[in-house]
């Protein structure tokens, strides 16, 4: 009997632990639109036969029970886009999943990579103030550790403080702004005025001046990267979307001494010219060759230099191998004056020959990977439609051969008829005397009988 109870008891624990678990992560419907308001909210819009939504949703679980455990004030639920849609159509979703913060009447969309730390980081950078303040120097440093590239307001009030508070509610999603007293700065640091924004990375800072570098907003969304990134699929959407990085440099490298070499030689362009190619540039390196190939539609091999234009898709390349940064600084300059020769583009045509060239590649790798699956997949359909064309050119020969007969046997032209006509005419005026003569010689064969028979 005691081991009847302890079992039960467990059942009840185990059961309770897992609604508990499941708690961290709220169902939503309709009365969620009203409720919202009064709590910040992480909300994942998805559909229930979406298959990135059920690859997420234990992903989704974990950020649930990280944020409870730590005490955060976020709320973390999700509601089914399908069920309701009106919910979901006014909070802007438009494809699944969609991970939205909700604060107040602001919604900020997330779309960075889908793992537990990038949400949580995310949610709790949003999730806090616009402007953070850096009370001590302690605290400076400490920040300067954690973070690659650090947005500083120095001052006290002013139009630029407003215009700053604004950029941050804005761009938020994507990275920290903090302020700060003078005195907290290192002193290595000098700035030319006060007020001023400063932003602090690849070890330097960089202020920012209204008359040079135009209005603030497009300022901070170009100085948010580092001189030189990693480039992956998600960093170049991020650089497309800034609007003001029009021109990218990458190179792609394989584990050789020349693609190190190569590396350096970028980096130091980076930052020793950065006065000449920030504004247009911005550096980094991709591993592999893939995305570069579907761009041009060809082969490129590794390592090798590249200048991308991700307003329009356009691209340059090298005339001449570049291994000195004399090489490299003349090859950037001739595409900022307009002297390289450019490839590719977003044209109507362009997109044509891309779409038939990523259907090929998808169609070859398919067939490598697994040629009895690319057979079905290709050849069954393949064979369908060639019987479909075979039935529709045979009913066609048919109903003309048939049609042919029936003007043969019923088809006459007019003069063919009107001879026909005459003819009948003729024959029926003629027909007594064809009788009479028919019957005389029904006599003469009547009288020859009897004598053909004597002789037989």
């Given at each position: 009997m005691a081991e009847v109870k302890a079992s039960l008891i467990c059942g009840v624990v185990v059961a309770f632990l897992s609604s508990a678990v499941l708690a961290v992560v709220e169902d939503l419907d309709d009365t969620f639109k009203q409720a919202r308001l009064d709590d910040v909210w992480l909300v994942d819009f998805y559909a229930p036969w979406c298959g990135y939504c059920k690859k997420l949703e234990p992903i989704w679980q974990d950020v649930g029970a990280e944020l409870k455990s730590s005490g955060s004030p976020v709320r973390v639920g999700k509601m089914d886009a399908t069920a309701y849609s009106g919910i979901a159509s006014e909070f802007g979703v438009r494809g699944y999943p969609t991970i939205k913060l909700l604060k107040g009447d602001l919604a900020y969309n997330y779309k960075g990579p889908r793992t537990k730390d990038d949400i949580i980081e995310f949610a709790n950078r949003v999730a806090g103030p616009a402007v953070r303040a850096l009370p001590s120097k302690q605290m400076f440093e400490h920040m300067m550790k954690r973070h690659d590239v650090l947005f500083v307001y120095v001052g006290g009030e002013s139009p630029l403080k407003e215009k700053y508070i604004d950029v941050a509610s804005e761009l938020i999603v994507y990275t920290y702004f903090f302020s700060a007293s003078e005195d907290v700065l290192p002193e290595t640091v000098t700035l030319p005025e006060l007020p001023s924004v400063v932003v602090f990375k690849d070890g330097a800072y960089f202020t920012y001046d209204e008359y040079e570098d135009g209005t603030l907003s497009s300022w901070v969304n170009k100085e948010r990267f580092q001189g030189y990134l990693e480039i992956d699929g998600f960093t170049l959407y991020e650089l497309g979307e800034t609007g003001s990085v029009g021109l990218q440099l990458m190179w792609y490298f394989t584990l050789l001494s020349f693609a190190f070499r190569l590396k350096t030689l970028i980096?130091?362009?980076?930052?020793?010219?950065?006065?000449?190619?920030?504004?247009?540039?911005?550096?980094?390196?991709?591993?592999?060759?893939?995305?570069?190939?579907?761009?041009?539609?060809?082969?490129?091999?590794?390592?090798?230099?590249?200048?991308?234009?991700?307003?329009?898709?356009?691209?340059?390349?090298?005339?001449?191998?570049?291994?000195?940064?004399?090489?490299?600084?003349?090859?950037?300059?001739?595409?900022?004056?307009?002297?390289?020769?450019?490839?590719?583009?977003?044209?109507?045509?362009?997109?044509?020959?891309?779409?038939?060239?990523?259907?090929?590649?998808?169609i070859m790798s398919v067939f490598r990977s697994s040629p009895i699956l690319g057979c079905f997949l290709f050849g069954l359909p393949l064979g369908v439609i060639s019987l479909m064309c075979y039935g529709i050119c045979t009913a066609e020969s048919d109903d003309s051969a048939d049609d042919i007969d029936l003007l043969k046997r019923e088809g006459l032209t007019d003069e063919e008829e009107e001879e026909e006509d005459e003819r009948r005419r003729a024959h029926e005026l003629e027909g007594p005397e064809d009788g009479e003569n028919e019957e005389e010689d029904e006599e003469d064969l009547e009288e020859k009988a009897p004598e053909e028979k004597k002789m037989d």
């Open positions: 980096q130091r362009v980076a930052k020793e010219y950065r006065e000449h190619f920030n504004r247009d540039f911005q550096f980094g390196h991709m591993d592999g060759n893939d995305y570069i190939n579907s761009l041009i539609m060809g082969e490129v091999t590794v390592p090798s230099v590249i200048i991308l234009n991700t307003s329009n898709e356009q691209y340059f390349l090298p005339s001449e191998p570049t291994e000195t940064m004399e090489q490299l600084v003349q090859f950037i300059n001739s595409v900022l004056n307009g002297s390289a020769q450019a490839y590719g583009g977003d044209g109507i045509i362009q997109r044509v020959k891309r779409v038939a060239f990523d259907a090929r590649s998808t």
